[in-house]
């Protein structure tokens, strides 16, 4: 990490009076975070870009060099991402051929009209450079490199006020890089203003009292998106809606029967009846073509955004926990969802409640007293949360109080483990409910006094293989995890990615899905998010992810409740944590059973949801195979059910650039 520091206090230092030194602030929820500073010559750039939330953020250092046009010639990128990969990309064109290297490998391209390339690691200032070259395009739309087509809208102009005077700055949508578009706004000389998110906001130093204003309008442009979408892909039709020639997994008994015909009409299911039991007037049919049915999923661990809303749907998962989120922005987006304004699974809200430090998350609450924490464990139940979550930073002490007073309240806990404690003292305050293994696991293998709200909570993973899990230690912890019914969230997938992620090599996560997936995620998925180079280390993280499953089968086998969920946004990811808890030990019903009736019970909304029956709300979605044999199956959705409103996930991925995994099912007729 030195070395690229260094790097870029170089050149900042180096340049000339001349150059022009762009400084931007890195906002998270409002809160300072880190800087984006731009040394800007005629025809060379250099970038330093470094922020940190909750302990970890990434550490670029950037030298553009661009021809007369503005276009990238050279461009060297040094670092470390998020979770610490070391970064070392470079691309250059030179006549007619362009050649790069990322951490997927390297590439080349020759005689291709595209002549931008779009970075896997360069900092959000490279957005700015080519909505420049987009701006000077007859139509704003261009081949980039490695791959995709670019394209840029401009949206609405609005002025801020700041020590250099107003700025009318002009938002701009960009789009064809992600699932997404971003959100960035350029001032009359087509220089950064600023990039923006609902959530996460960079911009101009001496600006920062646009942040809300900016977020809201992202906020507001993203909405009109999946608006647009709504109207295209929600189906709801007149009358009941009846599904012939369907399977159904049977949450109750764990098994699949059929064939049936199902029946909904609103939101509500009518009735399961004989397949061949006739029509009524009115009714649209639509023909199953022996697909497997099953309850909508419950993913356990987001953080769900409006961005990522509708693809959780579109993977059949009608029900997220959201653990923690800007709490207004969760507002809104329950509002919009509920009212049909957009598609979106039922979320059930975590209040987030998170001590102030150096290393604080900026998400939910920050709180400095125990007092303060216990006014929002209060403020969280009178507004009809189900449950708080405690994180990181805060004081480990308080936690007998929080959660007596979150009890009192009828609020379950669930949380990470503080820093400077373990899981069996949080077990004594009085957790429902641990979130992640590794935050149980570390309390095995970690000194006292080191700090688990830095990313030394993920490298010190590289521990567990010299881990004895018969141990008094371990089988200390997963007793009081038994014998008081403390629950274990334990995001599998995201370790898995951390631990078996590789540079160059699609992540084991993402294999099946991978050639669905635009070019942009390609390169994401075959990059990993950790850093590997010192020697043994890919040995150990290898054996690391292997103690964390056997530790899951202990935890299965002492009785231990299992919570399926992600932390990296559901959908796909969430298809994949199924799995691994097939290899921990429960069949393939049983993760069904757990992943629907199961979470839907848990969380005390059974009466409504988690199976197929007359009365039950219509939460569901249609597999062309058979899941109880292999879950696999689930990715292969053709339809899916929401509160009673038809999706074809085939008309979705298209507006994320995702090739459907399957077509959708044949609307037979209206019955007359």
Known sequence: MLKYLLLAATILSAAPAIAEVQEYRVLSGGNDVGHLKANVEAQRVAIDYDYKNNGRGPTIAEVIALDAEGYPVRWDIDGATTFGNKVDESFAREGGTATWRDATGEGQAAGTDARFYVPQNGSPWSLALLARALLADEDRSMVVLPGGTASLVARETMTFEGPDGPVAATMYELSGLDLNPSY?????????????????????????????????????LSTDRFVRIQQEAAHDFEGPVRLRNVYIFDAQDMTRKGPFAVVWHNERISSVQPNDAPATQGETVIDGTGGTLVPGL?????????????????????????????????????????????????????????????????????????EEALGQVRWYAARGYHQVKLYNSMTPEWAPDLVEEAHRLGLQVAGHVPAFSDADAMIEAGFDELTHINQVMLGWVLEEGEDTRTLLRLTALDRLPDLDLSSAPVQRTLDMMARNDVAIDPTITIHENLLLGRNGKVSPSFADIYDHMPVGQQRGLKEAWADVSAPGQDEKYRGAFEQILATVRMMKARGIFMVPGTDMGGSFAYHRELELFQR????????????????????????????????????????????????????????????????FPSEIYPHFGIKPFAPAPQIVTVAQ
């Open 584 to 647: 921990a030990g429960y069949t393939a019903p049983e993760v069904l059973r757990l992943a629907t009736l199961g979470m839907a019970e848990y969380l005390g909304q059974d009466e409504d949801l988690g199976s197929i029956e007359d009365g039950k709300l219509a939460d569901f979605f249609l597999v062309t195979a058979d899941p109880t044999k292999d879950l696999k199956a689930l990715k292969a959705i053709s339809m899916v059910v929401a509160n009673g409103t038809v999706y």
């Open 184 to 220: 960035l706004a350029l001032d009359p000389e087509g220089k950064l203003f600023a990039l923006a998110s609902p959530r996460f906001a960079i911009v101009r130093a001496g600006y920062e009292a646009a942040d809300q204003k900016l977020r809201d309008y992202a906020e507001q």
């Open 298 to 370: 419950y993913e356990m661990h987001g953080h769900i955004s409006q961005g990522g809303a509708l693809l959780n749907v579109a993977a059949g998962i009608t029900s997220v926990r959201d653990m923690g989120n800007e709490n207004d922005v969760l507002d809104g987006l329950i509002q919009r969802v509920d009212a049909g304004t957009i598609a979106g699974p039922r979320i059930t809200r975590s209040g987030f409640i998170e001590g102030k430090s150096p290393f604080s998350s900026q998400t939910g609450e920050l709180v400095e007293t125990k």
